[in-house]
């Protein structure tokens, strides 16, 4: 290829040269491309079908627990707890790092095994580093008259349902 | 470069720029008389084959003996599988970020999980980037009034922020470095003590990276042995 | 006579197929000794002479050399373990029983994969600390220095991702506390937790992409960041040396160290 000398000429300041042009147009185009790239990237990362287990629970029979109980479904991650106002359901898992926390009958409180973490039957935290107190969880029962929780749903404390 | 390393001199040659450009060397001035000659810094060098090779590849050697004995002799932990419906008690993450799993029993995640560890690795990345770094002056051999006053400062903040949120594991290294500290800002390069000398001589990078250390040892150590169900303390001696 | 096993080495190293693989040639002169290492693909990432005082073990404590030696078992080990190893729940567990209990020598090489695994990162941030205190992170090194600060988050990351690929209540709880720290990233925490898990928890997905992580990704990453470092020691003129170290001895005249 012969040698080209480049020289700008006097009026160059505002229009667009051949070089500039196609230079602009492939740094364009190259943005464009990597653009998009990130985002099919993005979507090819995301699961579309996940094989988690469903969001909603049923919990049985709202006779099944006793008044005053409360009870860990370990397989969903939920405490049903039958206060003397009515039911309502918790999350389990520790608002810190998503450990399963325990309820700890002999002190009426729930404690997290990881970080110490503990709360109130209610939710409430007492002490440890969690930041947020245990989500209430959407509960209903159904026709069939099954209580039924969706674990996705949480909703303001102090909601209980009564059967 | 034969004479004896003499008590004040400087460790290390500050100023080597690798930009050429920037800070350019004479490295030889030829005259039209003189041919050119240059004059090296010679020192006594070994070829890299075979010598420095072979004994890399003894030590590493030594080592893999030293880890199949462990390997032959020490079983790696295997518990029960996987069980999303039960946690152990106490989860422990592996030891190297035990550290932060100890810090993350004292604060909230944002901080524990990403602003710490964020903000450690950025300032093990501009180490090198700062001249006070690289000329590493001893930190209390200049305007040592002000500087101590800052350091009074940084040390009563940071064992008041360590107590509100009641840190003590942490506070203890603190106070030991910062115990350090203040025996450097009382001695000066004319210290009796060889000690006292060498702490005199250390700069700023030198208390924050041993500050770290320490702290990142202690933290670990904690978190390992004396931390036992629902993250409570225990003592490991005491079963 | 007897031939010696140096000089069936020699013979070895004179035939015409030593010859074509080894492009540096016989004989022990410093030339060639240097073209050993020059003409090398893997050596030339070494300079072909090192000051003498370095060789002291008070020097480096030889931990860089120690930690690429870890991370060689590592990639070693960690191969002939991805030969009985199936990345899927529950399989993974009885693979790893498999390993423990049914396959020769498998526990050796788990033992092996795991114990210097934690060797390398107690020597990575070994390594740091002591080129720290050395001082050798000053310019022009200051590059590598940042090399290797990658390495060891590099290192951190092999570790923990192989961390949950036995699949047992350790490695799941260690991964479930561990992508809930990610979580905790503002705005983004959520998203980056479900792309690393591959979902809202840690399972099969989690598994899957953690073993590509830990298998291909990371050390393709290391081995390339390695190279970087090796080559970058050479550019910037060899180990960094402390003027108060013991001092140079003149160097002796040619030749005679060639004998």
């Given at each position: 290829m012969p040698e080209e000398k480049y020289e700008p000429k006097p009026e160059a300041g505002k229009e667009l040269n051949r070089r500039d042009f196609f230079l602009k147009l492939g740094l364009g185009s190259l943005s464009i491309a990597a653009a998009g790239t990130t985002v099919f990237a993005y979507q090819f990362l995301s699961p579309n079908v996940l094989f988690e287990p469903s969001p909603i629970v049923n919990a049985g029979r709202p006779d099944s627990y006793p008044i005053d109980s409360v009870t860990l479904d370990v397989n969903s991650g939920i405490y049903l707890i039958h206060a003397k106002e009515g039911f309502f359901a918790l999350g389990a898992a520790c608002t810190h790092l998503g450990c399963l926390t325990v309820w700890k009958p002999e002190l009426g409180i729930i404690a997290c095994p990881c970080h110490g973490s503990k709360f109130k039957r209610e939710g409430e935290k007492i002490e440890g580093p969690a930041p947020k107190p245990l989500p209430w969880l959407r509960t209903w029962v159904s026709d069939e008259g099954d209580l039924m929780v969706d674990r996705s749903a949480a909703i303001r404390p102090m909601q209980f349902v009564r059967v | 470069m034969t004479d004896p390393p003499s008590?004040?001199?400087?460790d290390f040659v500050t100023g080597?720029?690798?930009n050429a450009r920037k800070s350019p060397r004479r490295v030889v001035f030829v005259t039209r008389r003189t041919s050119a000659q240059v004059k090296a810094v010679d020192e006594d060098q070994v070829q890299t084959f075979p010598e420095v090779l072979f004994r890399a590849l003894v030590a590493i050697e030594v080592l893999s003996i030293l880890l199949v004995w462990i390997a032959l002799l020490f079983n790696a932990p295997l518990e029960g599988v996987?069980?999303?419906?039960h946690t152990p008690n106490p989860a422990k993450a592996p030891w190297y970020f035990l550290g932060l799993q100890e810090m993350l029993h004292y604060f909230p995640p944002v901080v524990a999980g990403v602003l710490v560890p964020t903000l450690v690795i950025i300032a093990l990345i501009v180490i090198p980037y700062f001249n006070i770094n690289i000329e590493?002056?001893?930190?209390?051999?200049?305007?040592r009034q002000s500087r101590l006053r800052i350091c009074y400062v940084v040390a009563v903040a940071m064992s008041l922020f360590l107590t509100y949120f009641h840190v003590y594991v942490a506070l203890v290294p603190t106070l030991i470095v910062i115990a350090f500290m203040l025996l450097a800002a009382q001695s000066s390069p004319q210290s009796a003590s060889p000690f006292r000398r060498y702490l005199a001589a250390q700069p700023l990078s030198y208390w924050i990276m041993t500050w770290f250390l320490f702290e990142l040892v202690v933290l670990t150590v904690v978190g390992t042995f004396f931390r036992g169900p629902g993250w409570s303390w225990v003592w490991p001696w005491r079963n | 006579m007897a031939k010696t096993a140096a000089e069936y080495f020699e013979n070895l190293r004179e035939s015409r197929v030593w010859r074509s693989i080894f492009r540096?040639?016989?004989?022990?002169?410093t030339l060639h000794r240097s073209l050993a290492i020059q003409q090398n693909i893997f050596l030339h990432l070494f300079s072909t002479k090192v000051r003498r005082r370095m060789l002291n073990f008070s020097a480096t404590w030889y931990l860089g050399t120690l930690t690429f030696g870890t991370f060689v078992i590592l990639v070693v080990t960690g191969i002939l373990l991805m030969l009985y190893y199936h990345p899927s729940v529950p399989q993974a567990y009885a693979d790893t029983k498999d390993l423990q209990f049914v396959v020769s020598s498998g526990l050796f090489l788990r033992n092996l994969d795991r114990w210097s695994a934690h060797a390398m990162v107690l020597l990575v941030f070994a390594h740091m600390f002591k080129v720290f205190y050395r001082g050798a992170y000053r310019p022009p090194r200051e590059f590598n220095w940042v090399i290797g600060v990658v390495l060891l988050l590099l290192t951190l990351l092999l570790s923990y991702t192989g961390?949950?690929?036995?699949?047992d209540q350790l490695a799941f709880w260690a991964i479930t506390v561990g992508s809930n720290i990610a979580s905790a990233v503002p705005l983004l925490g959520n998203k980056i937790h479900f792309l690393l898990l591959g979902g809202n928890l840690v399972n099969a997905n989690a598994l899957l992409r953690f073993y590509v992580l830990h298998c291909m990704i990371l050390p393709l990453a290391a081995f390339f960041f390695i190279g970087i470092h090796f080559w970058r020691i050479r550019k910037d003129g060899g180990l960094y040396t402390q003027q108060s170290e013991p001092a140079a001895v003149r160097p002796q005249p040619v030749g005679k160290e060639a004998q």
């Open positions: - | 008590k004040d001199k400087k080597v720029d690798s996987a069980d999303p419906s590493a002056e001893g930190l209390f051999l200049q305007d | 540096s040639g016989t004989g022990t002169s961390y949950l690929l036995p699949w």
